[in-house]
């Protein structure tokens, strides 16, 4: 499947049609949309209001000859002024509760929008992370939600408040001098007919500049997570360089997306604008062959400029919504994703008590990406509950993939994989992996407290039994030691631990999980001899009373199994213990070889330094 942002690049949308998905998310809260919708109605009636004023001023204010009125020209004055000073006040308390229940709505609109996206994502099966970068997951989370916020904010409110103000004013023309109305409101459908057609090309260039934009964010979210890397060979020139190519390519699209909407307003206002002196003038030569008063052309003239101004403030709208269009149909994008992994509609339930058995029955797997190469193929075993089954091969022979399909992080293509009896594809997937537990060799440790870490997964554990969980992953003593114990943050990706502390924290996370079955990615390949030790004699602690199954790198591992798979593209070849084996001098006896020469060599070399 290919990547959610070239896809949606190759059939691009014709309408606004990506904001009415958002709709859900304001009738949730009905009595803040109608108390923003009231404002909005009530500030466009008083300003529509003021013309009417103005013309009575004009017309009958300087002379006091408005019948019914005995107080004279200057009574008549103050009286019409000081319902002016009303309706300034009333218009600025409208203002002011639109802006303030506009914009609420639309914060909280977008608080709920980005809460639900981020919950779908977690709950997205793997082969989505495979094919979509985490920075472009990330731009859509959160530049797109910022576009979208604008939209329901500012663009909504204006938007609501100029179309309101808009049909008003053109009612209040029509009332006022028929004839006059339809030299301006013949010019709309100048202004209509363009305004569609430049929003699709708004849109349009409005949606390649986010997607850049979020190539942009990518990249830079994966150059500052590698950046010791990037440092170490010297490639901030390169790098610095490959950003600011990206970035070039979102501000050209970005400018590309502000020239077409410059366009569409300055051509909405000047036909508008347009209008507007031709009636000024047709009206003025009525007001000078007395067919008009002064007073009615000034109303007139008044509408026509609140008309005008709406339509034209309408035009930029336009483009905000089309750019929020965009956002919307991204992040719609993401909550149409569905997850190739998911519980059945009538999940079986695992049997309890937990046993542990794992059952691999003919399985064959290709990753989604790679459907032509199979990693698995026709592989059959078992794992009997509380036995220690050791998985061991070259590199690419299918050992995470037992891992990954045990977990049910995908499905097999064939054949089909058992815990405790039940079909793991016939279970709910949450259930089947609160009964795992994974301590991987690429540790993952979040920005978050030592605590807080080792609980991850565990919710609600006690400080009493994470402390327990340290101790016997014997994390403890160099947690203790910092500054504020169990609540230090330990900084992201565990910038701040070495490399066995950090092993020790994931395998006090395991041990506080407490499950039946143990997978463990061994954790020692990678340390010195005396973190080893350490995380090899917490190992042992877990593997106690646990169902496991390694995937080894170390003989130190291998000799404590109680059996052994050797896997080669996708297969088991061998199976036996390590003595039995190394007696068949087969694919184990020679990676054996290769790993004793090995560190006799470094033996050596050791020694001669």
């Given at each position: ?88 006040l009333i218009l600025a308390l409208a203002s002011a509760g639109r802006y303030f229940f506009v914009v609420t709505l639309g914060e909280t609109v977008v608080a709920e929008l980005r809460r639900d996206v981020f919950a779908h994502l977690s709950r997205l099966s793997p082969d989505f992370f495979d094919r979509t970068m985490s920075g472009e997951i990330v731009s859509r989370l959160t530049a797109d939600t910022v576009q ?218 290709a990753y989604p990406g790679r459907p032509h190469a199979p990693t698995l193929s026709h592989l059959s075993f078992v794992v009997r509950p509380g036995e220690t089954v050791a998985l061991v091969g070259p590199s690419g022979a299918g050992k995470s993939t037992i891992f990954a399909l045990t977990e049910r992080f995908y499905d097999p293509v064939a054949g089909r994989i058992l815990v405790d009896g039940v079909d793991v594809a016939a279970a709910d997937p949450a259930d089947l992996r609160r009964r795992i537990a994974l ?171």
């Amino acid at each position: 499947m290919p990547d959610i942002s070239s896809a949606t690049q190759q059939r691009p949308r014709r309408n606004l049609k990506p904001l009415a998905a958002l709709a859900p998310y304001v009738l949730r809260h009905k009595g803040m949309a109608v108390a923003a919708l009231f404002f909005l109605v009530a500030a466009a009636a008083t300003t529509l209001t003021l013309p009417i004023a103005v013309r009575r001023v004009v017309d009958h204010g300087f002379s006091g000859s408005e019948p019914g009125f005995t107080g004279g020209a200057t009574g008549f004055l103050d009286a019409y002024f000081a319902m002016l000073g009303v309706l300034a006040l009333i218009l600025a308390l409208a203002s002011a509760g639109r802006y303030f229940f506009v914009v609420t709505l639309g914060e909280t609109v977008v608080a709920e929008l980005r809460r639900d996206v981020f919950a779908h994502l977690s709950r997205l099966s793997p082969d989505f992370f495979d094919r979509t970068m985490s920075g472009e997951i990330v731009s859509r989370l959160t530049a797109d939600t910022v576009q979208i916020k604008s939209a329901f904010g500012a663009s909504a409110s204006i938007l609501l408040r100029n179309l309101i103000l808009f049909l008003g004013a053109a009612l209040m023309m029509v009332v006022t001098s028929p004839s006059l109305s339809l030299l301006v409101l013949g010019a709309i459908p100048l202004v209509v007919l363009p305004l569609v057609a430049f929003g699709r090309a708004v849109r349009r260039r409005s949606r390649r500049a986010q997607d850049t934009l979020a190539q942009a964010s990518a990249f830079a979210t994966e150059a500052i997570g590698a950046i010791r890397t990037v440092q170490a060979f010297n490639a901030e020139g390169p790098t610095t360089r490959r950003f600011d190519a990206a970035v070039d390519d979102a501000f050209r699209a970005a400018r590309d997306s502000i020239s077409a909407r410059a366009v569409l307003t300055a051509f909405a206002i000047f036909v508008v604008s347009a209008s507007i002196v031709a009636v000024l003038w047709i009206g003025a030569s009525r007001v000078a062959l007395g067919t008009l008063t002064a007073g009615t052309l000034g109303q007139f003239m008044l509408y026509a400029v609140f008309a005008a101004g709406a339509l034209g403030q309408l035009s930029e709208v336009w483009g905000e919504l089309s750019a929020s269009a965009g956002a919307a149909e991204r992040l719609g994008e993401i909550l149409a994703e569905r997850p190739a992994i998911a519980a059945p509609p009538a999940p079986v339930a695992l049997p309890s008590p937990a046993r542990g058995e794992i059952r691999f029955e003919d399985v064959s797997f290709a990753y989604p990406g790679r459907p032509h190469a199979p990693t698995l193929s026709h592989l059959s075993f078992v794992v009997r509950p509380g036995e220690t089954v050791a998985l061991v091969g070259p590199s690419g022979a299918g050992k995470s993939t037992i891992f990954a399909l045990t977990e049910r992080f995908y499905d097999p293509v064939a054949g089909r994989i058992l815990v405790d009896g039940v079909d793991v594809a016939a279970a709910d997937p949450a259930d089947l992996r609160r009964r795992i537990a994974l301590v991987p060799q690429d540790v993952t440790v979040f920005a978050a407290t030592a605590a807080e870490n080792i609980s991850f997964g565990s919710e609600g554990a006690s400080e009493a039994e994470i402390e327990r969980a340290a101790r016997a992953a014997l994390a403890d003593g160099f947690v203790s030691a910092m500054d504020q114990g169990y609540a230090t943050p330990i900084g992201e990706r565990g910038v701040t631990l070495s490399g066995g502390q950090r092993q020790r924290i994931a395998i006090a996370r395991a041990l506080l999980r407490d499950a039946p079955i143990l997978l463990l990615d061994e954790a020692t390949s990678a340390l010195d001899a005396e973190s080893e030790g350490l995380v090899q004699r917490a190992l042992e602690g877990l593997m106690q009373g646990r169902t496991t199954l390694v995937i080894a790198h170390r003989l130190a591992t291998v000799l404590k199994a109680d059996r052994i798979l050797v896997i080669e593209e996708g297969r088991i070849v061998e199976e036996g213990t390590h003595a039995s084996l190394i007696a068949r001098g087969g694919l184990y006896a020679r990676l054996a070889r290769l790993q004793f020469d090995t560190g006799r060599d470094a033996m050596l070399s050791g020694a001669a330094e």
